[in-house]
């Protein structure tokens, strides 16, 4: 089937996905897959500043990363374990570049379109090798909060009233997903989208922040290649020799802490407290492999603790 007509939409390109040019029509504007780490709702892999330096073309496109690989890999299996599970729903690739009608700057990508009676009913995300933390029941509507971004951006981009989202989890289970379109919601991602791609388009990089992904992005972007100098600020130096010295003083009183418990402890293996573990002892040999007490390297970690409602 060719691509389905979208109202509110139109076909930017039709290009395979990572491609030059579906990624050159992906930098006219904010793409769903980038809102969530706009907002601030998911920074594990993005951050306002590694995205803005993207869409000004001062950073290469993403498309090296094992994992955008293994997903596009794996989509026609979890397409197809969907439309097994959901007869009658006809499932036609979102192969592209979509574009809003209404607001250029506004675009999408969907893994592909759930057609009900020869009309688009809704788009099918597909989400493989996720782990369970933040999914919900199979059947429900809840899924992790930069998903529900990503769907939400993608039905105001389409004007479409549904998402499904279909997850492959720990390589094992496939749970089912159905997310309505929430205008509410979506305002408030335009919003933040739009304040966002006038920055792009003023040069007014976003503030920057402690996020691991603007770090790689400063250190692709500048690679210190000048034998040069620049003069910083007083206020900046100081800035940077407290927080080296701020970091050297809590290693030492982390460091002291893990010598404490590890006394404590003897040769026992967890630290407890309030009834709770607090720390777990780990005994390795210098492979790397655990070993019984006493013969090997010994290591502390943390035990997160599970946040308590009331």
Known sequence: MSAPEIAAAVLLTDAEPHTPEWHQARAGGIGASEIAAIAGLHTTWDSPTSIYHRKRGELPAKDDEMRLRFGTFAEPFIAGEWARAHPGHEVVSGRGVWVSRERPWQRASPDRFVVLGGEVAGVLELKAGSRHDGWGEDGSDDIPVHYRAQVQWQMDVLGVPLAHVAAYL?????????????????????????EFWQRVLDGDPPPLDALPATTRALKARWTGAEDAEVQVPATM?????AALAAERRAA?????????????????????HDGQRLAVRSVYDRKGYTVRPKTGIVSLR????????E
């Open 170 to 194: 720990d390589g094992r289970e496939l749970r089912c997903y159905t997310i309505d379109y929430d205008p509410a919601d979506a305002k408030l991602l335009r919003d933040i989208g739009w």
């Open 237 to 241: 130096a100081r800035q940077y020799r």
């Open 252 to 272: 030492e009183r982390k460091t002291l802490a893990v010598n404490r418990l590890l006394e404590r402890l003897g040769d026992a293996r967890y630290a407890v």
């Open 302 to 309: 943390p035990v997160e603790q599970k946040e308590t409602s």
